[in-house]
T-cell receptor
Framework: AQSVTQPDIHITVSEGASLELRCNYS??????LFWYVQSPGQGLQLLLK??????LVQGIKGFEAEFKRSQSSFNLRKPSVHWSDAAEYFC????????????FGKGTRLHILP | DADVTQTPRNRITKTGKRIMLECSQT?????MYWYRQDPGLGLRLIYY???????NKGEISDGYSVSRQAQAKFSLSLESAIPNQTALYFC????????????FGPGTRLTVT
């Protein structure tokens, strides 16, 4: 069965430091991949998505993610975090079939130290 | 204006009460979804609808029902609320083109006492 693992429940970084959030998936073929962000009291907003082509994907708010087929990973990165990046981040995957469902990871909560 | 709206945003209700959460969208998408979010569990799918006449159960549908009144409206009901249904509920729509991205409403925080 499909699954998504975000190994880090909480991550704390200092403002201005670089960030990497990990995501691994289990699926027999390359799925569509997404990263969503949920700010406090808000719904989920799409940061970026991968479905084909260049394996380094640029998103909003200065985020990027790299799809590595050999490692079944889709890690999210940002070179320099801002206090406003404090939020919960969800990795999600879906099969390449419109009728199938998105599977979400359990989330990583990012804390920013001033 | 938001593309996906949910009402109410917050609700406190008592055990045994019937409650309805409503979702409306202006994105023109056929597909709509209801999720619940619990701390540490991520999002879990309750029900989804491919169109007005096509409703499907998700992984945690017990204790819930839905109604798709129109393409733009998808309601979630708790027939007899219980405390372990206390959670954050999200409605989402799904676009019909690759890669079938989902768009989320702001959520309804439901507390059952």
């Amino acid at each position: 069965a499909q699954s998504v693992t975000q190994p880090d429940i909480h991550i704390t970084v200092s403002e201005g430091a670089s960030l990497e959030l990990r995501c691994n998936y289990s699926y027999g073929a390359t799925p569509y991949l997404f990263w969503y962000v949920q700010s406090p009291g808000q719904g989920l907003q799409l940061l970026l998505k991968y479905f084909s082509g260049d394996t380094l994907v640029q998103g909003i708010k200065g985020f990027e993610a790299e799809f590595k087929r050999s490692q079944s990973s889709f890690n999210l990165r940002k070179p320099s975090v801002h206090w406003s990046d404090a939020a919960e981040y969800f990795c999600a995957v879906r099969k390449r079939n419109r009728d199938d469902k998105i599977i979400f990871g359990k989330g990583t909560r990012l804390h920013i130290l001033p | 204006d938001a593309d996906v709206t949910q009402t109410p945003r917050n609700r406190i209700t008592k055990t045994g009460k019937r409650i309805m959460l409503e979702c409306s969208q202006t994105k023109g998408h056929d597909r709509m979804y209801w999720y619940r979010q619990d701390p540490g569990l991520g999002l879990r799918l309750i029900y989804y609808s491919f169109d007005v006449k096509d409703i499907n159960k998700g992984e945690i549908s017990d204790g819930y029902s839905v109604s798709r009144q129109a393409q733009a409206k998808f309601s979630l009901s708790l027939e007899s609320a219980i405390p372990n249904q206390t959670a954050l509920y999200f409605c989402a729509t799904q676009e019909g083109i690759l890669p079938y991205e989902q768009y989320f409403g702001p959520g309804t925080r439901l507390t059952v006492t």
